[in-house]
């Protein structure tokens, strides 16, 4: 990477002209923080890569492991600056081999996520990656997936936060850092 780190000041300001609010989505009373515009934009994407892979080029990360869907989005991108694999954190039913499954409670219904069982071998270290942290039980459930397979769990990265949800506080010791908080 030869890139320039931002200040948090400047990487939020960036990313914050470039999410979009849609209220009553998914659900009246929601308003929901949509990355697309950012997505669309080239040159966004790219410093968001590179700036979301230095805060861990020094952590001897092994794999990304991005929660679907928009984790894959920026999983990807890192897992090829941090020269790391990638694992697919998936909904139910999505994944061909044996998975760890873990059931959880979302602000409007409940959902499963899975890991295939043979995706990380004990010890690997592995950041989460997801685009929104919110009241928490995605990540939450992510955190304990990978709990299940042994692996080195180095932290928790998200794009946005919504503070005033606090979904950080379901991570427990979870080392969460997100770049934009709202």
Do not use: W
Not at 119 to 143: C, E, F, H, N, S
């Amino acid at each position: 990477m030869n890139t320039e780190r931002l200040t948090s000041e400047e990487l939020a300001r960036r990313i914050d002209t470039q999410i979009r609010d849609v209220p009553d989505f998914p659900k009246p009373g929601i308003l929901f923080k949509d990355i697309t515009p950012l997505l669309q934009d080239a040159g966004t994407l790219k410093m968001l890569s590179e700036q979301m892979s230095l805060l861990y080029q020094d952590q001897q990360i092994d794999y990304i492991a991005g929660i679907e869907s928009r984790g894959f989005i920026l999983g990807m991108p890192m897992a090829y600056l941090l020269n790391a694999g990638f694992i697919p954190i998936r909904k139910a039913g999505k994944l061909p081999a044996a998975t760890y499954r873990v059931e959880y409670e979302l602000e409007y219904g409940s959902d499963v996520l899975e890991v295939h069982q043979d995706a990380i071998a004990p010890g690997k270290r592995v950041l989460i990656v997801d685009d929104l942290l919110a009241t928490g039980g995605t990540a939450a459930a992510a955190v304990s997936l990978l709990g299940q397979t042994g692996a080195e769990l180095v932290g928790a990265l998200f794009a946005i936060e919504l503070a005033f949800l606090n979904g950080r506080e379901k991570l427990g010791s979870c080392k969460t850092h997100s770049l934009i908080k709202y």
